[in-house]
């Protein structure tokens, strides 16, 4: 094969196609899945770029110091950009977050691994925002940004699992038996969970198990220090609540696969150090928490509709209602404080 075959170019598959309209250019108004997909994707980069310079003021490790580094470009990027979009069309900037939510001055409060953990479950936050509006963005200037978006974290990802998995953060994932040859599936049998035969898991099952515990795992580290940190004792009170859902959430997603003898991720718990300094304000902390614990709502949806087994199915859909009360609990407390920023919404009719 010729040295130019083996690049991935999707050109080298699909015809050029010479054909647009006036309807998808930048000159039309923002439609709904554009103005809310750019909102949200501004408000976690806004985040994002006040959490990341603190981490970086206590990092010593030269390669972690790098993603810290363009984990930050990135979203400074993003932000430039979706600002572009929104004085354009005449939209108002959102507040997000400012320098007065993180105190650069305050003392460690994570490990370095930490800080790579971290910048991996941010990123794969990130991409199940931009992934899923190209298809619904019509305008090309903002499909290409998500585009743009979606590839640089990728990158950005591929960096991180580079890291974690040289420096020895993370083990190798599971390995099952290549199949002999392709199959069917012929027994209802095949749904059983918790009665009769119950066959092995087959492998997204086993992939959403891990990358579930993973994500778990990695929540509860940032929610441990933030927990030492917050000062409002109702937020505080919420965050235990948080600690122990996630711990709950990675015992039994690990049982499963320790019950067909599969490795787990382990816990980040001793990458929290004993810091009772604040680094963020509470206002932040909150939000970060409303944010990756609706996160892992999506997370565990997908998980579902990939899942065969009726056992697992029930464990996901009893962490999928746990982190909606959560969520609707921090919400609660984000409005009471004025701390919320609406999305934009339809016209008010009534």
Known sequence: MEQADKKLNPMNVMKPLSFSTQELDESQPLTVFEMGKLWVSYMGNSMSSHIL???????????????????????????????????????????????????????RLYRDEFYAHYLKYAAKAGMSIYAVAIPLGMREDIREFFVYANECTTILLGQVNNVLYGKKFIIKPPLIPIPEKSDFINKQSYLNGWLGEVRPLHAMEIIHLYDNIENNTTSKALLLGFYQNVKDEKIKALFKRGLGMTDKAVKQFTEKLHMENLQAPSYLDHLVTTSSYPPFSDKIMLYHKFDMFSIKIRTMGNSIAVNGRRDISALYGRSIVNNGLFVDDAANILIDKGWLESPPKAFERN
Request: net charge negative.
């Open 53 to 107: 310079p603190y981490f970086l003021q206590h990092c010593e490790d030269e390669a972690i110091r790098t993603l810290l580094e363009n984990g930050l470009a990135v979203s400074k990027d993003f932000l430039q950009r979706i600002e572009k979009f929104f004085n354009d069309a005449d939209f108002p900037i959102p507040i997000g977050f400012s320098q007065e939510d993180v105190n650069l001055g305050a003392p």
